[in-house]
Nanobody
Framework: QVQLVESGGGLVQTGGSLTLSCTASGSIRSISTMRWYSQAPGKQRELVAS???????NYADSVKGRFTISRDNAKNTVYLKMNSLKLDDTAIYYCNADMMSSMMLRNYWGQGTQVTVSS
């Protein structure tokens, strides 16, 4: 069974930092693009950052210069380093990835990890 498991969320004060991790496990043949989404209370899920298997990255305007996405292909893991956190960054953060399992390419979601930024 292929799955994504996030970790690293928690409570942090404004201006602080957190690093989220997401590891893929199971019968994985390959992983292409990996992404982080956020969903604040009462809002739609939004794309925060993405990274291809070649290392190309994209960021939402709201996090440019503050968040950094990276991946370790040997460990099937993607990271999100979050600096200068703001109250508006409070959300559940979800890992997402396009993964090849057996002969099928599918999109997978993790269960989410809560990030709470307090003043």
């Amino acid at each position: 069974q292929v799955q994504l498991v996030e970790s690293g969320g928690g409570l942090v004060q404004t201006g602080g930092s957190l690093t989220l991790s997401c590891t893929a496990s199971g019968s994985i043949r390959s992983i292409s693009t990996m992404r982080w989404y956020s969903q604040a209370p009462g809002k739609q899920r939004e794309l925060v950052a993405s990274i291809t298997n070649g290392g190309s990255t994209n960021y939402a305007d709201s996090v440019k210069g503050r968040f950094t996405i990276s991946r370790d292909n040997a460990k099937n893991t993607v990271y999100l380093k979050m600096n200068s956190l703001k109250l508006d960054d409070t959300a559940i953060y979800y890992c997402n990835a396009d993964m090849m399992s057996s002969m099928m390419l599918r999109n997978y979601w993790g269960q989410g990890t809560q990030v709470t930024v307090s003043s």
